[in-house]
């Protein structure tokens, strides 16, 4: 990692932190939303979501909300390990379709995943990662 990391902007910082908080809010509204209907209820996929995927978003939103906050308080480790990571959140969410609630939700947490990912990597590479 850089040892420099005076230049890294907190806009960049912020972006990251609120895409992979609208991406988490979104799934979680597609978790309920779809747990309300008889079709999708009772499915694995759903279940899936609810108990494995669900709240290890939520846990992992929760460390980039306070890592971004750290940041503003001149700690950019933690946030540029996160970003690191999220890079590959397409692949962690492997097994997990973004389908569990119907095509038209599955289209929008795409966007929102991609989001998380694009400004995940766009941290990374004002930090100097590769």
Known sequence: MPEDLAGIPAALVDRFAKASAEFVEAVGEAVAEAALNPELAGTPTLQTWLTK????????NASIQTAAEHFSQDEARSILT??????GLAKD????????AGP??????????????VAAYKLCEA????
Do not use: M, N, Y
């Open 93 to 100: 969410l492997d097994g997990f379709p973004l389908t569990f």
């Open 104 to 117: 038209e939700h599955a289209k929008s947490l795409e966007s929102l995943e991609t989001a998380v990912v």
């Open 53 to 60: 995927a669900l709240p290890l978003l939520h846990e992992q």
């Open 127 to 130: 930090a100097g990662i590769r």
């Open 82 to 87: 996160l970003a690191e990571d999220k890079r």
